[in-house]
């Protein structure tokens, strides 16, 4: 990780790009496109990362979903519901409903149930007829084969059986492609993240509780959270400028559990609360250090910088991710 501390703060803006540059920049999606493929199989080796135009809109595109929340509680009220997003939460929902349909095998091992493979399997097999509803034009139905390997890598590892923030993050670019083509609007943004990513975070604990998900690529104690990372950034968000919460607040207990259920980031160091034992500085240094910066603010404007250098420009990571059309690939120079 970077240093405990989140660096200076940035806006929005500092990102360097907006949803306008994304929707304005919307793929000509009848014209059918090849599946995307990941770096090793385009370059032949993990010597690749997302193109520096493509990286730009990307962390913008995070940037603007965490701007629309600041200030926001989890219950406040939004704008009617589009199509796309009432789709996204019906797949959700129906993911959801799967993990009660197939229950846990005995295991004896720490980690990795084997039925969430079957899981998986069945995500694999219906994946297609559940994202047809998303794509709500005609012309843009060529785009199902590029937006599928996304949707089917934001869940997790079938072996090993692990989750992490690559996975995290397909499911991020999974709805910046949706936004890409259109089909998810930027006042949408505060639905989709208040809506449609906390119905994925509950869906994600759900999974990694039941079936026992190995965290992918774990930094241990220097990390936020063994499975998630943009939680923290839009959470933060939420609480800039709130009257009376500020960082040092997570060890208020009280305030975590009359909380959690309205703030992102709350819920989460609660969560980290319930499944690691011990003193918090000490499994969880990291959060400790950032809970003495001073603002909501800085500590999501470094939080930003921490995704860009963490996540999406670590090697592990990103040699995975799959490139096309809707977000390209070029070779570092």
Same mark, same amino acid.
């Given at each position: 990780m970077t240093d405990a501390e989140p660096s200076s703060p940035s806006s929005a803006a500092s990102a360097d790009s907006s949803c306008a540059a994304v929707c304005s920049t919307s793929a000509t999606a009848a014209e059918a496109s090849p599946p995307p493929s990941s770096v090793c199989s385009a370059c032949g080796g993990p010597t690749a990362s997302i193109s520096s135009a493509a990286g730009r809109h990307f962390l913008g595109f995070v940037a603007d979903l965490s701007h629309s929340v600041r200030g926001r509680k989890i219950s406040d009220p939004v704008p009617p519901l589009p199509q796309t997003v009432t789709s996204l939460l019906s797949l959700l929902q129906a993911l959801t409903s799967w993990i009660d349909e197939i229950p846990p095998l005995p295991h004896s091992a *720490?980690? /990795?149930? !084997? $039925?969430? *493979? =079957?899981?998986?399997? *069945?995500?694999? $097999?219906? $994946? !297609?007829?559940?994202?047809? !509803?998303?794509?709500? =034009?005609e012309e843009l139905l060529p785009a199902a084969d590029e937006l599928l390997p996304y949707l089917l890598d934001s869940f997790g590892n079938a072996s090993p059986i692990d989750y992490g923030t690559g996975h995290e993050t397909n499911f991020a670019a999974f709805l910046y492609c949706l936004a890409h083509l259109g089909l998810?609007? +930027? +006042?949408?943004? !505060?639905?989709?993240?208040?809506? &449609?990513?906390? $119905?994925?975070?509950k869906l994600m604990r759900r999974l990694q509780i039941t079936y026992c998900l190995e965290p992918a690529g774990s930094h241990g104690v220097w990390g936020l959270d063994d499975y998630h990372f943009l939680p923290f950034i839009f959470g933060s968000a939420q609480l800039i400028d709130h009257k009376y919460m500020k960082p040092k607040s997570i060890h208020n207990q009280d305030i975590l559990d009359n909380f959690s259920h309205e703030y992102m980031y709350l819920a989460c160091v609660a969560? &980290?609360?319930?499944?690691?034992? /011990? &003193?918090?500085? +000490?499994? =969880?240094?990291m959060l400790d250090d950032i809970s003495a910066v001073p603002t909501w603010s800085k500590v999501n404007s470094g939080m930003l910088k921490m995704y860009k250098a963490e996540v999406l420009e670590k090697v592990p990571i990103m040699q995975h991710f799959v490139f096309g059309s809707l977000i390209k690939w070029q070779a570092k120079r």
């Open positions: *720490r980690y /990795g149930n !084997p $039925a969430y *493979r =079957s899981w998986l399997a *069945r995500l694999s $097999a219906e $994946a !297609p007829a559940l994202l047809l !509803p998303l794509i709500t =034009s998810i609007r +930027e +006042e949408d943004y !505060p639905a989709l993240v208040t809506r &449609v990513f906390v $119905a994925y975070l969560f &980290v609360k319930k499944v690691k034992k /011990g &003193v918090f500085a +000490e499994h =969880s240094p």
